[in-house]
């Protein structure tokens, strides 16, 4: 299928689409009406309508969207479909969190976990092994590393940052709170927690305004 330009913000919703799809899947749901959608994820029918247009439609009039193709193609649409393998330096509390987490499930190898601290040196976290950060080159010299996870201190950051440029990643998923400075050959998505949990502290402000609002009526 040919891609065009399609918008950041339909681009954000797309996991959400496939996570949704995905469950259906799971419970053996072979259709679904964009109705029927729009209720389970809380967007408008015509939203989702037009998101999907973007991409060719998916849907039949009168039958809705055939659920595991629809999740394939987003899947493609997202490069879901082809396995990447994935590295992450900084194997402290973040870092050992999401190793134990399991990617695979949406494609995301995890192939080894490099640190500078010799206390963890061969500790294995989820069968994948810590090495030192003086293993790293060689170590992506021989193997195909894809991705990498970035959760060291910030002040470690932009030098690793540059030196994974240097030695050929071209993806690199950044926890630290600092921008990277990396040449824009390299796609780089910063994390940050904080300002999810800032924007719930908003939402969840406005709303509580609003009863207090509404309670002095
Ligand atoms: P931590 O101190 O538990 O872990 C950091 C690890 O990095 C340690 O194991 C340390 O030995 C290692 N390290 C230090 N220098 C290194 C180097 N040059 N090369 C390789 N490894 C090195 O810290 P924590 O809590 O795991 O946080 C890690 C990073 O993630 C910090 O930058 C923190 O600010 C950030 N963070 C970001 C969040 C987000 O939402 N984006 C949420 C929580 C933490």
Known sequence: ???????????????????????????????ISSKELSNRMRVTASQIRQDLNNFGGFGQQGYGYNVE???????????LDVQHNMIIIGAGN??????????????????????TNPRLKGVSVRGIEIYMMDMLDEFVATHQVDVVTLT????????????????????????????LNVSEDVCV?????????????????????????????
């Not at 065009?4 to 689409?17: H, K, T």
């Not at 193709?69 to 490069?79: D, R």
């Not at 940050?192 to 509404?214: G, I, K, V």
């Open 152 to 179: 060291v201190p910030k002040r470690q950051a932009v030098e690793i940052g540059h030196h994974l440029e240097e030695i050929g990643i071209r993806a690199i998923w950044n926890f630290a709170p600092t921008d």
């Open 94 to 115: 973040l870092g050992q969190a999401l190793a134990n987490y399991n990617f695979e499930k949406v494609g995301f190898n995890l192939i080894g976990i490099f640190d």
């Open 189 to 217: 998505k910063n994390v940050h927690l904080n300002e999810s949990l800032m924007t719930l502290s908003y939402e969840y402000r406005a709303m509580h305004t609003q009863d207090e609002e509404s309670g002095r009526d």
């Open 1 to 31: 299928m040919k891609q065009r330009e399609i918008s950041a913000a339909v681009i954000r919703r797309l996991p959400r689409y496939y996570r949704y799809l995905g469950e259906l899947l799971q419970n053996d749901v072979v259709r």
């Open 69 to 79: 193709y629809l999740h394939s193609e987003i899947g493609k649409i997202l490069g």
